[in-house]
């Protein structure tokens, strides 16, 4: 797998022990390990390319986060994606402000002359919050069971954004989200 970068949105630490929950049931039915083992955090990824400046996303997402305020969000189903990585997840419920953030967040990058990949791009883009990555395709029903048993919806807001690199996963940076800057 080559580099890459996500920028990657974060939740308030009661959403995201809700979301670990959910990624410990799973390790412990031995389901699916891989999120714990390379160490990520819950959260919804906004953005990815193998082709950014680190630099240049930091000045946009200083000054981007700085202008938003904590997004409430709320995940109220479970899903699959129709790829080979075999991924489930919890879908946050596509509200106005959680579409408005990602369509500024794509504005304040493209006027910057960063342009997003078909995945990232606000008419095709799919919120969510991946919660086992690489299940066997002969657990996956397993896994939806399990996940089905979660109280949900699960509530919180998204706090911080940051930019990661992959593999192996590192967080570069990351801002609070209503942070002012200094002057």
Known sequence: MSQGYA??????????NQVLKAWNVLARRQISTQLIEIESRPHITLFSSSLVDPLKLEN???NFAAKQEPLPLSFGSIGSLPS??????????????????????FDAMK?????????????????????????????????????????????????????????????????VLGNAIEL
């Open 7 to 16: 920028i990657e949105l974060y939740f308030d630490p009661a959403l995201e």
């Open 84 to 105: 080979d990585s075999d991924t489930l997840f919890l879908a946050p419920t596509p509200t106005l402000s959680l579409l408005q953030f990602h369509l500024q967040l």
């Open 111 to 175: 006027k910057e002359g960063i342009e997003m990949g078909e995945e990232s791009r606000p008419d095709t883009w799919i919120p969510y919050c991946a919660v086992a990555e690489e299940v066997p395709t002969t657990r996956m029903g397993e896994a939806f069971t399990v996940l089905r048993d979660l109280k949900l919806p699960v509530a919180g807001y998204a706090t911080d954004i940051a930019l990661v690199e992959y593999p192996p996963l590192c967080e570069v940076f990351s801002f």
């Open 60 to 62: 946009i997402l200083k």
